[in-house]
């Protein structure tokens, strides 16, 4: 069984910066394609970037340039460091992964930015 657990939302004020941690468990991580997704009140979840096993990254054009996803697989942990924060980044966050044909989700961590 394949579990993702986030953590390192919290609120922030505009122009600052958050970083995101998804800690894996079940599976290989290291073999393992991951991403970052991200769903505003009221929107539908949307794509943020994700991280090949080798550390090939993209990301959506609204966070080009100011997050960074990586990925530690010895830890088998996934981060985002998510740099001049705007409002409209304000989502609750998830990671992903894509284990054997199959989506599976953390329960995501909540980020707030104040303008």
């Known amino acids: 069984q394949v579990q993702l657990v986030e953590s390192g939302g919290g609120l922030v004020q505009a122009g600052g910066s958050l970083r995101l941690t998804c800690a894996a468990s079940?599976?290989?991580?290291?073999?393992?394609?991951m991403k970052w997704y991200r769903q505003a009140p009221g929107k539908q979840r949307e794509f943020v970037a994700f991280?090949?096993?080798?550390?090939?990254?993209n990301y959506a054009d609204s966070v080009k340039g100011r997050f960074i996803a990586s990925r530690d697989n010895a830890q088998r942990t996934l981060y985002l460091q998510m740099n001049r924060l705007k409002p409209e980044d304000t989502a609750v966050y998830y990671c992903?992964?894509?284990?054997?044909?199959?989506?599976?989700w953390g329960k995501g961590t909540l980020v707030t930015v104040s303008s």
């Open positions: 991280i090949t096993r080798s550390g090939t990254t």
């Open positions: 992903n992964a894509l284990v054997e044909g199959t989506n599976y």
């Open positions: 079940g599976t290989i991580f290291a073999n393992v394609l």
